[in-house]
């Protein structure tokens, strides 16, 4: 995680009303809940055009739909915030991309001296995830679900293990990585993570929805449930301790508010080009992650970026096309399903509707 009922369904928003049949973003709404979750928002543009499609239920045992404007926990979706936070402070000359992270942050990381601030961006640092140790499934989950965690622990609990090869040979999806950035984002400006891309991001694009929640539990205002199988039964997990994904999947936000998000960053408007066309650019043909973005090229050829974002009870899509003509923003809440796979096609549907 941290990167994963009755039905009714509600009239999309700016858009005329259509049999769905002949809808295919409602026709996908209506397949999420079929395959598991138990409700689904989702946000579709195209050329300037919004409509925001729901379905499921906001909890269970109630049939109370899905809001179009409510807030969910997005996950790793986070990753792409904090990426475009360090990407700024690179071209304002205040870090290195290609600098070993000991200089900013000595004695933190074994092989702090190899590992770059562009291994930690693009997964390829080596670094332990700490998500193998403080496991989120199943009924693990309800042993750390109110504990506060700290950057220093969660990094800790990595440093004590060997690299899981050596830094910059190779791939591997890492929520340390971004712990670590949000680290160097602190020890950067002298302020958290989170109040830089309040600063930086979420102020200048009207992202008022949009929650950095900490330690708080509770999702503010008005939101789906999010659900998670534990013993065999679902379990309502919406309250949660966030601080055990920090840097790496914390936020709270609303499809309206990433596509803020999604398009000023398609339209160069929050990083220089140059770094844009690395951060959007995988190291390898094989490879489908840029710098705190992962890529992927549709079935209708149209390519795009983004995130997704998982974390107990919540799945989040947020991707779009390089020239941000097409995007989607998603939120899944989380009862026996969906798998990854749906949240691909979600993407490839919608984009190529």
């Given at each position: 995680m941290l990167n994963t009922v009755p039905f009714v369904l509600t009239a999309a928003l700016l858009a005329p009303t259509t049999p769905a049949a002949a809808d295919p973003i409602r026709t996908v709404a209506r397949e999420t809940v079929a395959a598991g979750a138990t409700g689904v928002q989702i946000r579709a543009v195209r050329d300037g055009h919004s409509r925001t499609v729901t379905a499921g239920v906001s909890e269970l045992d109630t049939r109370k739909p899905v809001s179009p404007t409510g807030r969910f926990r997005i996950g790793s979706t986070?990753?792409?915030?904090?990426?475009?936070?360090?990407?700024?402070?690179?071209?304002?000359?205040?870090?290195?991309?290609?600098?070993?992270?000991e200089r900013y942050l000595p004695g933190l990381l074994p092989r702090g001296s190899e590992i770059t601030v562009r291994m930690l961006l693009q997964h390829t640092s080596g670094l332990y995830n700490y998500l193998r140790t403080i496991s989120l499934e199943d009924a693990d989950l309800e042993k750390i679900r109110y504990q506060h965690h700290s950057p220093e622990s969660l990094v800790a609990i990595a440093a004590a293990r060997p690299l899981d090869f050596p830094p910059g040979s190779r791939f591997s999806y890492s929520n340390t990585n971004y712990v670590v950035l949000g680290m160097l984002i602190e020890r950067t400006t002298g302020h958290a993570w989170g109040d830089e891309a309040a600063k930086r991001i979420l102020r200048p694009l009207g992202m008022r929805e949009t929650v950095i929640p900490g330690d708080r539990t509770r999702i503010p205002g008005r939101h789906a449930h999010g659900y998670q199988e534990m013993n065999g039964k679902l379990v309502d997990v919406t309250e949660l301790n966030p601080s055990v994904a920090g840097a790496s999947g914390e936020m709270i936000s609303t499809t309206a508010d990433l596509d803020k998000f999604t398009h000023a960053l398609a339209a160069g408007r929050l990083v220089p080009p140059a770094l844009l066309a690395q951060m959007t650019t995988p190291r390898s043909a094989t490879e489908e992650y840029g710098l705190g973005v992962q890529t992927r090229t549709t079935p209708c050829g149209i390519p795009v970026f983004g995130h997704t974002g998982g974390i107990p009870g919540y799945g989040t899509i947020a991707f779009t096309s390089a020239d941000g003509k097409r995007r989607v923003e998603a939120s899944l809440t989380l009862g026996r399903g969906p798998g990854d796979g749906a949240f691909y096609s979600l993407i490839d549907k919608v984009i190529c509707a």
């Open positions: 986070t990753k792409s915030f904090v990426a475009t936070v360090v990407l700024q402070l690179v071209a304002e000359r205040r870090l290195g991309l290609d600098a070993p992270v």
